[in-house]
């Protein structure tokens, strides 16, 4: 029998630091097989290790002679109908030959190894769940979905089918879904758990791993800004000495990660995430003029609908609040330099009436050298200097 816990996603590390409690979770899970089948979607923030569950549970199911068939959702196939079933079936579509005709037929159409159209999904569902309890009948089975959130809607669908009656089968399904994606579009119907960042203690474990040198003050930056966040930490680690100011240097693959859906957005909802992600006090009086200024165009507070809808910022009251500090540095890094100057220039232009936070954002919006700005800093540090700052 063909295993394809081998093909297809990465390799499992050797251990995960900080989710024992996750790990013993998907072992008791594998454990208890025989005795029927359990489906689980891990639900978290981008880079917080749900793939790393995932591929954990994998290599665990492999030592215990389980089997494991494996899909993930991809951006540019999102689109595909049972683009991701077809990943998810490839290795085992040999045994369609043992489904009855009518659904043998419309999976092999479903997944493109057949002729003809689909137009009953729920024939392509039951399909499957048969063609899984044959497979799960000569060998224990992991069905494994990694970033649901990007699966198309078609196998979306026939996966939750399959793991809402899974319960008398020797079947397991894992699934990872990313926070912030559309409820109404990607909800399974499968019990959840929510995969939270690392303790302090467990992160700078990982911290000290990747980057046992750092100086105790780059080490503690670091652990505060990132959050718990292990690809953070990871992706950090070798650039944690330069994370001095108050926005973190990230990496392209966290760009990707945090601000995916950036692009996504209303130009309005994006100017709005500019300014705030420019401004640390982030009060809504201040972002959204500011906002209004930078792309010229009136706005309002109801431009962030969309950032909200998608789980990248909350409100508090009047502040907005970005839900972790690497998407606040994803939005800011992902704007173009002029850009980021036009949105400081335009607080600059709202912070009338609190010039030391005015001279900041004038500072932040200047090449080269300017007297006028550098005499607006000199008053900052002496108004500081008189409240008895350090300087």
């Given at each position: 029998m063909t295993d394809s816990s081998t093909a297809g996603p990465r390799e499992a590390p050797p251990g995960l630091v900080g989710r024992q409690s996750e790990l013993v979770l998907l072992d008791g899970m594998l454990d208890g097989i025989h005795d029927g089948g359990t489906a689980l979607v891990w639900r978290g923030e981008a880079g917080v290790g749900k793939s790393a569950l995932l591929d954990a549970a994998r290599a665990s199911a492999q030592r215990r002679g389980i089997n494991t068939l494996w899909t993930a959702g991809s951006v540019v196939e999102a689109g595909l109908a049972f683009s991701g079933l077809q990943r998810l079936l490839a290795p085992v579509l040999d045994r369609v030959t043992q489904l009855p005709e009518r659904q043998r037929g419309v999976l092999l159409a479903a997944v493109g190894a057949g002729e003809g159209s689909v137009s009953d999904l729920y024939l392509v569902a039951l399909a499957t769940l048969e063609l899984i309890r044959i497979v799960a009948g000569e060998r224990t089975l992991l069905l494994i979905a990694d970033d649901v959130h990007h699966l198309d809607g078609a196998s979306r669908d026939v996966l939750g089918f399959v793991g809402r009656r899974v319960e008398t089968e020797p079947v397991v399904v894992l699934a990872a879904l990313r926070d912030g994606a559309d409820e109404g579009i990607t909800r399974l119907d499968l019990p959840e758990r929510q995969l939270a960042g690392l303790d302090p203690a467990a992160a700078g474990d990982l911290l000290d791993a990747r980057a046992p040198d750092l100086s105790p003050t780059a080490r503690a930056r670091l652990l505060e800004r990132s959050a718990g966040n292990p690809l953070a930490l990871v992706e950090l680690s070798d650039t944690a000495a330069e994370?001095?100011?108050?926005?973190?240097?990230?990496?392209?693959?966290?760009?990707?990660?945090?601000?995916?859906?950036?692009?996504?957005?209303?130009?309005?909802?994006?100017?709005?995430?500019?300014?705030?992600?420019?401004?640390?006090?982030?009060?809504?009086?201040?972002?959204?003029?500011?906002?209004?200024?930078?792309?010229?165009?009136?706005?309002?507070?109801?431009?962030?609908?969309?950032?909200?809808?998608?789980?990248?910022?909350?409100?508090?009251?009047?502040?907005?609040?970005?839900?972790?500090?690497?998407?606040?540095?994803?939005?800011?890094?992902?704007?173009?330099?002029?850009?980021?100057?036009?949105?400081?220039?335009?607080?600059?232009?709202?912070?009338?009436?609190?010039?030391?936070?005015?001279?900041?954002?004038?500072?932040?919006?200047?090449?080269?050298?300017?007297?006028?700005?550098?005499?607006?800093?000199?008053?900052?540090?002496?108004r500081a200097h008189r409240r008895g700052a350090i300087l």
């Open positions: 994370i001095d100011g108050p926005m973190l240097p990230i990496s392209a693959r966290l760009k990707r990660a945090f601000a995916a859906r950036l692009d996504d957005m209303p130009p309005t909802t994006r100017d709005v995430l500019l300014t705030a992600a420019a401004d640390e006090a982030s009060s809504l009086t201040e972002i959204v003029p500011a906002a209004e200024l930078l792309g010229g165009r009136s706005s309002g507070a109801g431009a962030l609908q969309p950032a909200l809808d998608a789980g990248l910022v909350t409100i508090e009251g009047d502040m907005l609040r970005f839900r972790h500090p690497l998407v606040r540095a994803a939005v800011y890094q992902a704007a173009d330099l002029d850009r980021r100057h036009a949105a400081h220039g335009a607080l600059a232009e709202v912070l009338v009436g609190q010039p030391d936070r005015r001279a900041w954002h004038r500072a932040a919006c200047v090449i080269g050298s300017d007297d006028e700005v550098a005499a607006e800093l000199e008053a900052v540090a002496w």
